[in-house]
């Protein structure tokens, strides 16, 4: 019996058709003869899916790589962000792209030929922080040598952006705070006040109405930030797009026109893995991955050891959820051809069934249990729920 990864064979040297199905982590099985007729049908019926970004030419979120609904959601949003001066603030996971998703609001605007100011709150010392932000006057302290403008005033006309803003302490909070309602800002040591005229972009990994709650985070700085919330979503809930985002590394690392493939099993493993990292992590492994091998075919021996371990836990959770490996729809031997949403219903209903619950269900499958409770309600699965 076979495990349908959905993952059809990619090449990147002919640009072959890819589909994968996003957030189960199933077995790569190699197609052949008959197989590959079966394979072939699924393809061709599908209507040749491709990955292609709908971006106008110089689109600056045409950097931003790939396909998935959440991921689309929140480019939609940040477009109709970057034609205004609201306060933005961008959620999401180390490595998700915050700061890239920040450029292309900034390019996109009114303000691109402007300055783009860019501050990681979470590496200026406590005791320089003001400083680099507002500037200084010379003498305003030990080693003031100088006059020194900050980042606010450095962007005076563009943006700036403050990354990290939850990791700042509560007195800079006030102190940003009251540059943003009074758009202006005083130099340390110094009387003039200068007039700002800037845009806000922030991000930060962490949960910031938590962080009020626990009175870390200042509940008016706040709401002055959130004006315009983006989420961008962890690669393990944007599986499909591992393959793009592949591709696109591997065309960047890639020097002198030199042409490497990935089989079909170290691809699969790749989708699998969890990346807890996103795509930074993505892109590190596959720098890793080119320089330590110099193959032409990239295979599961090149893939590191952590990732193939993870994959083989993978396996054994699918086979505890569908009891047996019989109990899988048998489409290499059927004469039916499984629909891909025939396919992932059946997987969603065998996981509600064995755990009655969305968090559990998602839990072994490696999705959040979010995704679950959308599944089970696009299939009308929700009765199988014992406990939320």
């Known amino acids: 019996m076979y495990h349908y990864s959905l993952l059809l064979k990619i090449n990147f040297i002919n640009y072959d058709y890819v589909l994968i199905l996003s957030k189960f982590n199933f077995n790569i099985v190699n197609v052949n003869s008959r197989k590959g007729d079966i394979m072939k049908k699924i393809n061709e019926s599908l209507n040749k899916v491709v990955y292609i970004n709908d971006f106008e030419e110089n689109d600056p979120f045409e950097k931003i790589i790939g396909n998935s609904k959440t991921l689309k959601e929140s480019l939609y949003i940040a ?7 609201s306060s933005v603030i961008i959620y999401g996971e180390s490595g998700t792209g915050k700061e890239l998703l920040a450029e292309a609001i900034h390019l996109s605007s009114k303000r691109k030929d402007k300055p783009l100011i860019k501050v990681n709150c979470a590496s200026i010392p406590d005791n320089l922080i003001e400083s680099e932000l507002f500037g ?4 305003a302290f030990t080693g003031a040598v100088k006059r020194k403008l900050g980042k606010f005033e450095l962007a005076q006309n563009g943006t700036i952006f403050l990354d990290e803003i939850g990791e700042m302490d ?14 202006e800002i005083q130099r340390v040591g110094g009387e003039e006040t200068i007039k700002l005229n800037i845009r806000i972009i922030s991000a930060t990994n962490k949960n910031l109405e938590e962080m009020i709650k626990k009175n870390e985070f200042r509940e008016d700085l706040f709401y002055r930030l959130n004006v315009i919330p983006i989420e961008l979503p962890p690669l393990r809930d944007r599986k499909g797009d591992i393959t793009l985002l592949i591709k696109h590394f591997f065309n960047k690392k890639l ?15 790749l989708c699998n893995y969890k990346w807890n990292g996103n795509i930074r992590e993505l892109e590190n492994i596959i720098e890793r991955i080119l320089v330590l091998s110099e ?9 590191p050891y952590f990732i193939r371990k993870y994959n083989n836990n993978c396996n054994i959770k699918l086979k505890e959820i569908t ?3 019989d109990s899988l ?27 009655g619950s969305y968090n559990k ?13 959308l599944k089970a309600k696009e299939y009308g699965l929700e009765k199988l729920i014992l406990w939320k």
């Open 79 to 85: 477009r109709k962000a970057s034609k205004s001066d």
């Open 136 to 139: 200084h006057e010379k003498g």
């Open 170 to 183: 509560k007195n800079i909070q006030a102190k940003i705070l009251r540059a943003i309602q009074n758009r």
């Open 255 to 269: 020097e002198n026109n030199e042409i490497r493939n990935i089989s079909d099993e170290a691809l699969m493993a």
């Open 295 to 303: 193959k032409s075919l990239i295979d599961i021996e090149d893939i």
């Open 323 to 325: 009891n047996t490996e």
């Open 329 to 355: 729809p048998k489409i290499f031997n059927d004469e039916k051809i499984y629909t891909l949403k025939e396919y992932e219903k059946l997987i969603i209903e065998k996981a509600l069934k064995k755990y």
């Open 361 to 373: 269900a998602g839990k072994a499958l490696g999705i959040t249990h979010r995704t679950v409770s």
